[in-house]
């Protein structure tokens, strides 16, 4: 199974900061990647799939780049709705799975 | 607009049995792969199983194979969970996501652009 690390588990940034998020997949997975956001008792909510395409009416502070094993997740100008966890998940074979999450929180 | 909408989970006692539905309105549901996930309380996603437009393709999350059946009704515009043998771990909210096709890296690629509001399953005597 292909294990997804990410780093760091936590940050803490203010409104405006250039926050940027690691994905290390455990072997190859070309551009197989997407990420999400999660609200406290919300579902998740795709942000970028193929490692570096904007899912439909997603704000451009949001991207993504990245390929074979390191991803990164990058806001621009972090917004207060920002505040949330991003998970990445790879896409290249099954068992599909998620890295264990990034908490950002407002400082 | 695009809605799912799970149904079916509760309280069950280890060892028993438990049938999720996701009932699924606003696209053609037969045109779109479908998968389940799952997070425990207070942590990560955890995908669980994905099944195909035709349910040709059935996957699993090997801490659910052999106990966890995946299936759907196209007719009826429904995926649906069938949890047996369920253990304290299995506790989570199941959320079931729709599969949108996308190209990565030249070839084809599954991600969940659509998601229900989850159904909380509690595994506990």
């Known amino acids: 199974d292909i294990q997804l690390t990410q780093s760091p588990s936590f940050l803490s940034a203010s409104v405006g900061d250039r926050v940027t998020i690691t994905c290390r997949a455990s072997q190859g997975i070309s551009s197989y990647l997407a990420w999400y956001q999660q609200k406290p008792g919300r579902a998740p909510k795709l942000l970028i799939y193929?490692?570096?395409t904007l899912q439909s009416g997603v704000p451009s502070r949001f991207s993504g780049s990245g390929s074979g094993t390191e991803f990164t997740l990058t806001i621009s100008s972090l917004q207060p709705e920002d505040f949330a966890t991003y998970y990445c998940?790879?896409?290249?074979?099954?068992?599909?799975?998620f890295g264990g999450g990034t908490k950002v929180e407002i400082k | 607009e695009v809605q799912l909408v799970e149904s079916g989970g509760g309280l069950v006692k280890p060892g028993g049995s438990l049938r999720l539905s996701c009932a699924a309105s606003?696209?053609?549901?037969?045109?779109?792969?479908m998968s389940w996930v799952r997070q425990a309380p207070g942590k990560g996603l955890e995908w669980v199983s994905s099944i195909s437009t035709a349910s040709t393709y059935i996957y699993y999350a090997d801490s659910v194979k052999g106990r966890f059946t995946i299936s759907r009704d196209n007719a009826k515009n429904s995926l649906y969970l069938q949890m047996n043998s369920l253990r304290a771990e299995d506790t989570a909210v199941y959320y079931c996501a729709r599969d949108q096709l996308g190209y990565c890296s030249g070839g084809s690629c599954y991600s969940s652009d659509y998601w229900g509001q989850g159904t909380l399953v509690t595994v506990s005597s």
């Open positions: 193929a490692a570096s």
């Open positions: 998940q790879q896409l290249n074979s099954y068992p599909l799975t």
């Open positions: 606003g696209f053609t549901f037969s045109a779109y792969s």
